[in-house]
């Protein structure tokens, strides 16, 4: 009945919305697709309809409001490398968690730790920085890094719900993201975000990102061992030790292809494939009968076709909010609110992190986000005086940090289709996430860009 209400109470504010006079500024059609966008994210935030359901009415609405031409248009994400690069991302996870290779690494990760929570949380942790360089997409990460832990989490006997389980999956769904962002290779936002910004090279963006994402990490880490403490105060089982067990011609297999596509993906410079290329090698590689993995039946039942369907969706919502107008008019309306702060760069810096929240709250894609925010916010900095380069980092650590929905980043939907999260919660993360993001760039990123070489006011490099 809950449901209900909030279903009818939704649609009625898209009607409202759709109804309501047209703001000075914004087309027809913009209005239309930030209509549908209010509708989709509230679905999504409430879990008032599975998911994947959201997705399709998220397509249908887009067509049936007006908001765009058709259902070419309105289908448009699913044509998208990215959701395909995601498919391929969780098959490899499917293929470590069947050959039995995220047993041993989980079997592994609890001897070492002990019986002890809080080291089992500290490993993870410190696994985010480390198979950065090894394995630089924070998709990749995790659709592996989720079948260890939630191998581990098995053995241990942690229920789904428990603060323990939930503690690491957060984790997994908010902060492994950050990781990635620190190297200029570590995906599409740092790869796109310099792009925007123009250059900046590879040991320059992580002269850059190092310290401010040091403090996202650390924060964010202290920040969920806060929220979830009763889970660390659990003694888990300790293992015997014995020898182990020798690798299975699988085991063997899962790594030969997983060790493979994160060659691909570290060589791109070299070959300059798309990333969604190694995904979909390894895709077939691993249900190739004999030299595979998985059947197909295996893959057909297990991969979670919903990840799929939310990312694609949401990717139709993005570009939709771009055709239409809808993305820069909302940047437009930053731009009036930032010059009577010329003086005053840190205000101009606080303003540009306030407004970013409804942009990234209505943008589901990062790159979305990134490609109306940055041009807008260098823009802003140069008629203020204020560094254009730091306006369109903070705005990147702004987006970058938080995660509203689940459906705003390929790896949370890896997450949270496990069941360990639901979308309220981690709503709830989000908005703490938004304040540490506001809290490192005010008080840590601007002094240490300061010292660098970057200074807060003037045109910078």
């Not at 929570?117 to 090894?134: D, G, N």
């Not at 987006?399 to 981690?426: C, H, K, M, N, W």
């Not at 996430?433 to 490192?440: P, S």
């Amino acid at each position: 009945m809950r449901a209900n209400w909030i279903v009818a109470g939704l649609l009625a504010l898209c009607g409202a919305l759709i109804a309501a006079p047209l703001p000075a500024g914004l087309p027809e059609a913009g209005r239309r697709v930030i209509a549908v966008a209010v509708l989709a994210i509230g679905l999504w935030c409430t879990e008032a309809l599975p998911a994947g359901v959201t997705s399709l009415v998220l397509v249908v609405a887009l067509v049936l409001s007006g908001a765009v031409p058709g259902f070419p248009q309105a289908l448009s994400g699913f044509a998208d490398p990215v959701a395909y690069f995601l498919i391929g991302v969780l098959t490899i996870g499917l293929a470590v968690s069947r050959s039995g290779l995220a047993e041993r690494v989980a079997q592994f990760f609890l001897r070492r730790s002990r019986g002890s929570a809080r080291t089992l949380y500290l490993q993870l942790l410190l696994a985010f920085p480390l198979l950065t360089f090894i394995l630089p997409s924070a998709t990749t990460r995790t659709g592996i890094l989720v079948h260890v832990y939630e191998q581990a989490l098995e053995i241990a006997q942690v229920p789904r719900r428990a603060p323990l389980a939930r503690a690491v999956m957060m984790a997994l769904n908010s902060i492994n993201r950050l990781a990635s962002t620190v190297l200029l290779t570590g995906g599409i936002t740092p790869m796109v975000s310099a792009a925007l910004i123009g250059g900046i090279y590879w040991s320059q963006w992580l002269l850059l990102m190092s310290v401010p994402y040091a403090a996202l990490l650390v924060i964010g880490s202290v920040m969920i061992h806060f929220l979830y403490r009763r889970g660390f105060a659990v003694a888990l089982p300790e293992l015997p030790a014995g020898e182990p067990r020798p690798f299975s011609a699988r085991e063997k297999r899962a790594i030969a292809i997983t060790a493979g596509a994160s060659a691909l993906w570290m060589t791109d410079a070299v070959h300059h494939w798309h990333p969604v290329v190694p995904a979909l090698l390894a895709w077939i590689a691993l249900l190739l009968p004999r030299l595979g993995v998985l059947t197909w039946k295996e893959f057909e039942r297990d991969i979670g076709w919903t990840n799929f369907f939310v990312l694609a969706s949401s990717l139709s919502l993005a570009r939709a909010l771009a055709d239409s107008g809808a993305s820069r008019w909302i940047a437009g309306l930053i731009v009036q609110s930032v010059p009577q702060f010329r003086d005053e760069p840190v205000l101009v810096i606080a303003v540009l992190l306030a407004a970013a929240v409804p942009v990234r709250l209505l943008v589901p894609n990062i790159t979305g986000f990134l490609a109306t925010t940055i041009p807008i916010a260098m823009s802003i900095g140069v008629a203020t005086g204020t560094n254009p380069v730091i306006c369109g980092l903070a705005v990147m650590i702004a987006g970058d940090a938080v995660l509203y929905y689940p459906a705003q980043s390929a790896s949370s939907l890896a997450v949270y289709e496990r069941g360990y999260l639901t979308a309220p919660e981690i709503f709830r993360f989000g908005v703490w996430m938004t304040l540490v993001a506001f809290a490192v760039v005010l008080a840590v990123a601007l002094p240490y860009w300061s010292v660098i070489g970057e200074p807060l006011a003037g045109a910078g490099r």
